[in-house]
């Protein structure tokens, strides 16, 4: 929005009592927060049932959401399974599953710290495509990333790893 002019939402889970975060990287989380909203001039929508009709809105009516592709899940949640160097991993498929319900691209975003600045670029897009395919296509780019900044990577504690 600061650099193109259009309008975008967010999505994120809230940062509260029930997150699991440290408390360092919790009051990190709230700094990126505060910055990505007022970058944006909008709210965070919710990561729950509520929030995912109200990004389905954005998006049928030709507007942008913002949303973390590479949050890693629990096998209990609604997830899908990617290979994250030779390791099955869960990841939240929410966002992948309305971008299929939608047929919308995924234009991923990277943020890095740099300093006490971060740095965000853009990559090409994800064409639009089943859950599954997007899955898979998640799976790449986040191979290709943490190839080359696994340091920038703050959800390796989180990761879950699928057993056979």
Known sequence: RSVLGIPVRLIGRPLDK???LPPGKMRWGHRKVEWMEALTGETFIPDDGAGALQARTELLEGRSIFASVDVPAQPTSRS???DLFGEPIRIASGLLRLAAL????LIPILGH???QKIHVAH???IPAAREQELAESIGIWLRKTL???PDQWWLWPFVHVEKP
């Open 147 to 149: 190839a080359r900044q």
């Open 113 to 115: 710290s740099c300093g």
């Open 18 to 20: 029930s997150n699991p």
């Open 123 to 125: 990559e090409e897009p």
């Open 102 to 105: 939608t047929k919308v691209p």
């Open 80 to 82: 899908r399974v990617i």
